[in-house]
């Protein structure tokens, strides 16, 4: 018997329960031995009476669990940093296999738990981090592992991918579709970690580590959210064979440097990602020698999530079993350097207001050339009060020529606004 000690009993933990139970008798097939849930530690133990799990297997402390030497694994499902990231620590101390779904933990304290794992020699799985039930962590770590990966992009939020998919479809506003978001249980009461990009500046943290073997944080990833998308951009979007996703985005470049960034992008519709509507995820990966790849699903929710946490445990067993554990550590053993937005090099979509009279877009365009930024194309559309709306698309410039542009035309009388500054994405040179 392959006993768990599990940590947190609510959505994701349930989930894991019922489908332990559920499929019990394949599962233990498919690892060599019973897998069952031993102890539970649960602040709220209504949660686990009422999963039909018995009074014995309930604990309000963590040490009925660190030690018991019958349980071989702990599953951290309680989230956020505290006590998470010392239960961890102390699970690992006490010989124990770990698997976790805490996305937050890995992307700031991957390098401690890691270590802590190596020291102890045992497992530390988690696939449920990133990307719910679709399988992406063990596939970097494993299956693409003869590769060199250049890039790895993906709609890791299904929060914003569904505001901004109702946003397209129907035309409405950004806070119109957080709110009805809200109430679908799609979006929490306070957005702010999905909506400003950090939730999937976390995960792409994590992928990054791991796609280019070395240690990429969360205070390592550039991040923007998608307040600022409005109606008008997805309109000329449209107009101009683009969609607009969240998306996170790691590279490598030709000298070794990495760059991880979270922002909204201009995405050609003949993208694979750009189909990906609604609450999914996907993450779309090219190597060297694999070529192109997409990996596509729920990106969260109880039982997708609870797929993944059962699989890793499920992978732990049979270590366990075949006494091969500690095989796949940490794959973080390169240094690379980090490079800042401001030298990517991109295409960009500028829409701003100026005024419409002889000369201005002579003027505007003195001013990007004077900063080495050239424009591809241009737009024009009448507006208010003699205004016009100026939508440009700006061929491949250096980030901090356009900026060095943008903050001189700020200053310009002709200039009454820049609305929004996007990045293209997946568009070529």
Not at 280 to 309: C, L, Q, W, Y
Not at 338 to 349: H, M, R, S
Not at 400 to 420: E, F, P, Y
């Amino acid at each position: 018997m392959i006993n768990i000690g599990l940590l947190g009993c609510g959505t994701v933990g349930s989930g894991a329960v019922e489908l332990l139970r559920k499929n019990a008798e394949a599962i233990a097939r498919r690892t060599g031995d019973k897998i069952a849930v031993k102890r539970v530690l649960e602040k709220e133990p209504d949660k686990c009476r009422a999963l039909g799990l018995s009074e014995d297997m309930l604990t309000g402390d963590i040490n009925t669990i660190l030690n018991d030497p019958d349980i071989n694994i702990v599953v951290e499902l309680i989230g956020g940093m505290e006590p998470a990231f010392t239960f961890i620590i102390k699970a690992m101390q006490a010989g124990k296999h770990v698997v976790t779904a805490n996305k937050d933990l890995i992307a700031v304290k991957g390098k401690e738990l890691f270590e802590t794992a190596e020291q102890n020699g045992i497992d530390f799985y988690f696939e449920a981090s990133v990307g719910g039930g679709i399988p992406v962590v063990y596939p970097l770590k494993q299956s693409l592992a003869g590769n060199c990966i250049q890039e790895v992009i993906g709609i890791l939020n299904g929060t914003t991918n569904y505001i901004l998919t109702k946003m397209s479809q129907e035309g409405r506003e950004f806070s119109q579709v957080l709110a009805e978001a809200q109430q679908m249980g799609y979006a929490e009461f306070d957005p702010t970690a999905d909506i400003e990009g950090l939730d999937a500046a976390r995960k792409i943290a994590i992928l990054s580590s791991i796609a280019f073997n070395s240690r990429i944080t969360l205070d390592d990833v550039y991040v923007e959210g998608i307040t600022s998308i409005t109606p008008a951009d997805i309109k000329y979007a449209r107009e101009l064979g683009y969609v607009i996703k969240l998306l996170a985005i790691a590279k490598e470049d030709e000298a070794g440097r990495v760059q991880a960034r979270v922002h909204p992008a201009f995405l050609p519709v003949n993208h694979p990602l750009a189909s990906v509507n609604d609450v999914f995820n996907a993450v779309f990966v090219r190597g060297d020698a694999v070529g192109e790849i997409m990996h596509f699903g729920r990106g969260a929710g109880k039982m997708p999530t609870a797929s993944a946490v059962v699989g890793d445990i499920i992978e732990i067993g049979r270590n366990l079993l075949h006494h091969s554990n500690a095989r796949i550590g940490c794959t973080c053993y390169e240094n690379k350097t980090i490079v800042g937005i401001e030298e990517l090099q991109a295409k960009y979509y500028i829409r701003m207001t100026v005024k419409d009279r002889p000369g201005v877009l002579a003027g505007i365009a003195g001013v990007f050339g004077n900063n080495n930024v050239s424009i591809a194309s241009v737009l024009q559309k009448t507006s208010e009060a003699d205004m016009a709306e100026l939508i440009m698309i700006t061929h491949q410039v250096r980030e901090q020529d356009l900026r060095d542009s943008l903050t001189v035309l700020k200053g310009m009388s002709i200039v009454g606004a820049i609305d929004n500054v996007i990045r293209l994405e997946g568009s070529g040179e």
